[in-house]
């Protein structure tokens, strides 16, 4: 069984930086390809970052891309989320979840929270403006 926790969340002001951290437990996490993801009130959960197992490639969603980097360290099994020059609309809750089995999925595949198998249960971030 697989267990993902998640840490690092809190209040930051517009501009800010925070890290996320999601530590693994369970199977193989130089296996897992990792996504975290984002859930703002009254939306549906959307695609922020993902890294493939082997941690070489990224992708990011563009609202993102630039501010925000994902990396994977499978020593420590634990994938980070640099956040810089947070604001408002960063407000949410991010969760990280993992793709258990070694593969090349297509960028589309990542962004799918439907195609995840495990879940953190989620850090709460606030971005005050």
């Known amino acids: 069984q697989v267990q993902l926790v998640e840490s690092g969340g809190g209040l930051v002001q517009a501009g800010g930086s925070l890290r996320l951290a999601c530590a693994a437990s369970g199977g193989t996490f130089a296996d897992y390809t990792m996504g975290w993801f984002r859930q703002a009130p009254g939306k549906e959960r959307e695609f922020v970052a993902g890294?493939?197992?082997?941690?070489?490639?990224?992708y990011y969603a563009d609202s993102v891309k630039g501010r925000f980097t994902i990396t994977k360290d499978n020593a420590e099994s634990t994938v980070y989320l640099q956040m810089n020059s947070l604001k408002g609309e960063d407000t949410a809750i991010y969760s990280c979840?993992?793709?258990?089995?070694?593969?090349?999925?297509?960028?589309?595949?990542?962004?799918?929270?439907?195609?995840?198998?495990?879940w953190g249960q989620g850090t709460q971030v606030t971005v005050s403006s």
């Open positions: 890294i493939y197992w082997s941690g070489g490639t990224t």
């Open positions: 979840a993992a793709k258990i089995h070694r593969a090349w999925y297509s960028s589309n595949t990542l962004r799918r929270p439907s195609d995840y198998d495990y």
